[in-house]
């Protein structure tokens, strides 16, 4: 129980909870369900996102290019619905680009050993450059009614790619807590040699972790392109940049091995209700992104000092213990 | 000589003249020198920029706000000039601006064990947000710092009318030589003087290739690291007050698609993202490379967005044929211990 209350998870959470609080307390219709729900719904995207890049930075590499990949995948979503395609096919286009997009980088880390950063800072370009080719650089609009319809389902009040994603989110927790090959990506990335030495397959685990990148970026790609019904060719442009922060916030350690899925789905949570927050205090959306670079400055800068203060307190332990014993004659 | 002729910095030297003479072959009026001096003020901003990237890099670390600092340092200037201050003091409190955000920067690197992506990714949004309120900001405390045209419409347009004496900053010319690339080659020099030249620039490479043995060896890492970071603020300033004169409106997104091409420029110079190595030369020649081939690209019809997956493409390509060019030497240096020990 106390180590629960100690973990990022439940400081994340708690700041938001107090954010939203405080916001009610300035706007009550901030403390609305329907503008709870349109919070949450607001961030489905950039969870999706953060979850895959979650992978990625557990096995102590690094995916800029995510924000293209999506941005690529809601291109080859879009293009095939406007050639007629049925949706669903549609959709496993869209996936399957998302996948063969993170295939690619896994292909650059782990087979050419480019350094992650470099490799993906690559293909972001890559693939930006690349919707634009495929769409002749102008938006994708008129996109048939059916895609946008998914957007409309609603349960309980809750829109339908709620309780999806919610289930992603769901299976992503299980499957990393208790699935033998998901605890891989904790091992390769806290220590990869040791990992190798223990027969684990590192490379294997890395190409998996930017596909599921990819893949993750392509969920994205479908939430958005239903939620605002065309596609811009700055789809998803900067989420890269937002899904890093939001696995930080969310306490997913850059060193690798260290975060949970439910950890970068709050720190994804907590950066989309910043922006929602904001404008329930009528501040202007210009300083959104002031905020967000405030906030996860002061998320990590906490983070760095209550790490020093218990480290501390262990050696004061530890130097206070060997006094005492040295008082006793335990000297030998 | 054949040690120069080995070196990395060599080959790119060779990479651009060729380059050029390919540009040039398909297109005669690339070879025109005056075009290829005057080519150099589309790209001097990721050569501000990535020059004292460089510094930072070979520490290990990394610093991907300056693009953000660019708008800063420009939106900064055009503010302090419409408030009625001599555009050129503005420009001074400008890179002042830029000193501080590195400040910033290199403070929260150097005194805790944050990543220091992390911590630009943070100064990224912070210093990107601070330059899209400002305006907003100064007109809610009752400056109207924007001009005559309100504050919607500098939203699109930025600060412009600007002094002709501030433009002429990237008109100007020395014989036929403009003064930006003078500018440019002056502060690689310094950079590369102080890199190579002096203690400071020794200390950075060990801080980037061990950072336990240069504490232990009582390298003052605190302060060096502050002032990689520093100079990595100043020239994202230089290179924001630098395109305000060329693009003659300042502006808060100046510079914000620059990211890929000013970290293109310094690991294609040979920088090691890791750490450890890297040289002013290489960021110079590599940049001054991506430049022109963007030049001639454009010059022949390529689109922007083709021309972005080149460039991604030679990025990773030249990454990948380094790392398997030492891997295939580790190979080769084990195979001869191998067979010598065979022998003995």
């Known amino acids: ?332 | 000589m054949s040690r120069y002729l080995k070196t990395w910095e060599f080959a790119l030297a060779v990479l651009l003249v060729l380059e050029i003479l390919v540009l040039g072959a398909i297109n005669p009026t690339f070879y025109d020198p005056e075009n290829l001096l005057y080519a150099t003020l589309d790209f001097m901003h990721i050569l501000f920029a990535a020059l004292p990237l460089t510094l930072v890099i070979i520490t290990a670390g990394i610093d991907i706000s300056g693009v953000s600092v660019m708008g800063l340092a420009s939106i900064t200037l055009g503010l302090a000039w419409v408030a009625g201050m001599n555009v050129f003091v503005a420009a001074g409190i400008a890179l002042l601006v830029g000193v501080l955000a590195g400040l910033f920067n290199g403070v929260l690197v150097a005194k805790t064990d944050v990543n220091p992506l992390v911590i630009t990714l943070g100064t990224l949004f912070m210093f990107g947000g601070l330059a899209q309120g400002m305006p907003a900001l100064l007109d809610l405390l009752g400056f109207k710092a924007y001009g005559s045209e309100g504050l919607a419409a500098y939203q699109y347009e930025g600060i412009t009318g600007l002094p002709e004496a501030f433009i002429a900053l990237t008109e100007g010319t020395l014989g036929i030589v403009p003064l930006p690339l003078l500018l440019v080659l002056a502060f690689a020099l310094v950079l590369g003087v102080l890199l190579h030249r002096t203690r400071f620039g020794r200390y950075l490479y060990l801080i980037g290739n061990n950072p336990e043995a240069a504490r232990y060896s009582g390298v003052p890492l605190v302060r060096a690291l502050i002032y990689a970071y520093v100079l990595s603020g100043l020239g994202a300033a230089l290179a924001g007050v630098m395109l305000t004169s060329y693009m003659t409106s300042a502006r808060a997104d100046l510079g914000s698609d620059a990211l890929l091409p000013i970290i293109t420029a310094v690991v294609l110079g040979g920088a090691d993202i890791l750490g450890g190595s890297g040289t002013i030369l290489g960021t110079l020649l590599a940049g001054a490379m991506l430049g022109y081939l963007r030049q001639g690209l454009l010059a022949l019809g390529v689109t922007n967005d083709l021309i972005q997956v080149v460039v991604g493409s030679i990025l990773i390509a030249a990454m990948a044929a380094k790392q398997l060019a030492h891997w295939w030497g580790e190979r080769r240096l084990k195979r001869r211990a191998l067979a010598g020990r065979g022998r003995g």
Do not use: C
Request: glycine share 10%.
């Open chain 1, 1 to 332: 129980m106390r180590r629960w209350l100690t973990s990022r998870e439940a400081l994340v959470t708690g700041l938001l909870v107090l954010l939203v609080l405080f916001t009610g307390l300035v706007n009550p219709n901030a403390l609305k369900f329907r503008s709870l729900v349109e919070v949450v719904n607001a961030s489905l995207s950039l969870l999706l996102i953060t979850l895959g890049e979650m992978f990625v930075i557990l096995t102590r590499g690094i995916d800029v290019s995510v924000g293209s990949a999506a941005g690529l995948s809601a291109v080859v979503l879009g293009l095939t619905l406007n050639l007629g395609w049925p949706l669903s096919l549609a959709i496993l286009a869209a996936l399957a680009t998302g996948l063969l997009a993170g295939a690619v980088n896994a292909v650059g880390v782990t087979l050419l050993r480019v350094p992650p950063i470099i490799m993906t800072l690559g293909t972001l370009g890559i693939y930006r450059g690349l919707m634009r080719i495929l769409t002749g650089g102008s938006w994708i609009e008129n996109l048939p009614q059916n895609i946008k319809a998914l957007n409309l389902w609603h349960l309980l009040g809750v829109p339908f790619f709620v309780w999806a994603t919610l289930a992603v989110l769901a299976l992503t927790a299980y499957v990393t807590w208790r699935a033998r090959p998901a605890r891989y990506f904790y091992a390769v990335g806290d220590n990869p040699e040791g990992a190798y030495f223990l027969g684990l397959p590192v490379r294997p685990t890395q190409f998996a972790a930017y596909t599921l990148a990819g893949f993750f970026a392509a969920l994205a790609a479908v939430v958005f392109t239903s939620q605002i019904g065309f596609v811009s060719m700055n789809a998803a442009e900067g989420y890269e940049l937002k899904a890093i922060a939001a696995n930080v916030v969310g306490g997913v350690s850059l060193t690798g091995g260290v975060g949970t899925p439910l950890g970068a789905a709050v720190g994804a949570l907590f950066m989309t209700a910043v922006h929602s927050m904001l404008i329930f205090l009528g501040v202007p959306g210009i300083w959104d992104n002031a905020f967000a670079g405030v906030i996860l400055l002061l998320v990590v800068y906490l983070d760095y000092h209550v790490r020093r203060t218990l480290e501390f307190r262990r050696r004061q332990a530890r130097v206070q213990g060997e006094a005492a014993w040295e008082a006793e004659g335990g000297r030998s």
